[in-house]
């Protein structure tokens, strides 16, 4: 099990990096995506939602990011990775992010967690589904986006 944890690691860290590009204004759509499975989903307080990995996947790709740049996002990295085995071709995986904004020349940090749920066939990873906080709930408590 030792082998498919690094490889997990170096999932994240690749993701990590796709993340890093994508602020810097050059996201790879293509590597971006396909991190995720044909069909994935999402849960977070504000309910459930599911979504394919296909064009209009890969045409909100840049748009995310350009929000992102947008409130003063700079840098997202993962400070601690937890995995876990759920069978011989599915995995858990807990990233404890800390995303860095800039605002008005003030450095603000804030850290969160995603849980996320791996599937490993044919030599290669993929995120079919994940678990989030209230994103737009944290932006708004942080001053990061308007309150309406």
């Known amino acids: 099990m030792e082998e498919i944890h690094d490889k997990i690691e170096q999932f994240f860290e690749d993701y990590q990096n796709r993340f890093a590009e994508g602020l810097a204004g050059q996201p790879d759509v293509d590597a971006i995506a396909d991190v995720f499975a044909d069909f994935f989903v999402e849960a977070s307080p504000i309910g459930i939602s599911g979504g394919k990995n296909d064009p209009e996947f890969r045409a909100a790709i840049p748009k995310g990011y350009d929000f992102y740049r947008s ?33 008005a020349g003030e450095v603000q940090s804030i850290e969160f967690n995603v849980i996320y749920f791996l599937q490993y066939l044919n030599e290669k990873l993929k995120i079919f589904a994940y678990i ?16 309406f």
């Not at 409130?71 to 995303?99: C, P, V």
């Not at 906080?133 to 986006?145: C, P, R, S, T």
Request: hydrophobic share 35%; net charge negative.
């Open 132 to 147: 989030t906080g209230d994103e737009q709930k944290v932006l708004k408590e942080n001053g990061l986006i308007p309150d």
């Open 71 to 103: 409130i003063g996002t700079t840098e997202m990295k993962i400070n601690q990775l937890s995995i876990r085995d759920l069978d011989d071709f599915h995995y858990m995986a807990e990233a404890y992010w800390e995303a860095s904004y800039n605002r």
